[in-house]
């Protein structure tokens, strides 16, 4: 376990070889100012918990701290090792790139093969030898999902995951996380506004915003 005290910058993830992501008392900012707080929660393996609050009460500042882009101001969590990815609104496609190419790169990245199924999962094997930048919205956005079943990450941290998807597409991507990710025993943390219809817990995040706005020692500037 490790545990990092009021103040202190955690510049790494916690991580330990557990399929339960652990949550205990954590403290995470933005901007310098802490924006939630008191966060305790654990995510057990195969299940899904999803993030909800109004624009701007922390959801991708909680995410981002959770797979290790950022520091916490205060608190702990644990999760399995080596194992968490972050998924933000960019769909990180290269343009330049067919859509096969893309998931290539990514296979390449983590010495995996392109499953066959992310083809029809996520609706793109017609699109395979388009270029990535001839893609609608929609297109890129099922492209950039369809990763996560190549990088096979086990704890998935998903901001706002639907952006850009029809309804057909939604449920494309909700089947994948129930039939696929959950059902093999991985963890995602979503932040979205959107009703994927999963047997998910549902975390409301307002009541744990923070009221000392206590500054973080973190640089975050860029957000």
Not at 5 to 15: D, F, I, S, T, V
Not at 78 to 99: I, M, N, Q, R
Not at 107 to 123: E, H, K, L, R, S
Not at 175 to 185: E, N, P, T
Request: charged share 20%; hydrophobic share 45%; aromatic share 8%.
């Amino acid at each position: 376990m490790c545990c990092y005290p009021k103040g202190a910058a955690l510049r790494q993830p916690c991580y330990r070889s557990s399929p339960v992501l652990s949550v205990q008392n954590l403290a995470v900012a933005r901007g310098g100012a802490t924006v939630l707080a008191g966060l305790s929660f654990d995510v057990p393996a195969g299940e899904a918990l999803i993030l909800r609050g109004p624009n701007g009460v922390g959801k991708t500042t909680l995410l981002r701290t959770l797979a290790g882009l950022q520091g916490a101001v205060s608190g702990h969590f644990e999760c399995p090792a080596d194992e968490g990815a972050y998924a933000s609104h960019a769909d990180a496609v290269k343009s330049a790139l067919t859509v096969e190419e893309n998931l290539q790169f990514w296979a390449d990245i983590y010495g995996n093969a392109v499953p066959d199924m992310v083809w029809d999962q996520f609706d793109i094997r017609d699109l395979q030898t388009r270029i990535a930048g001839t893609l609608s919205a929609g297109q890129k956005r099922r492209l950039g999902l369809a990763r996560l079943g190549v990088i096979k990450r086990k704890v998935l941290f998903l901001d706002e995951p639907t952006v850009s998807l029809d309804g057909f597409s939604v449920r494309l991507f909700a089947d994948y996380l129930r039939d696929q990710h959950l059902a093999q025993g991985g963890i995602a943390i979503i932040a979205t506004h959107v009703d994927l219809d999963l047997a998910a817990t549902t975390l409301e995040l307002e009541p744990f915003t923070a009221t000392d706005h206590q500054t973080d020692t973190g640089d975050e500037a860029f957000l």
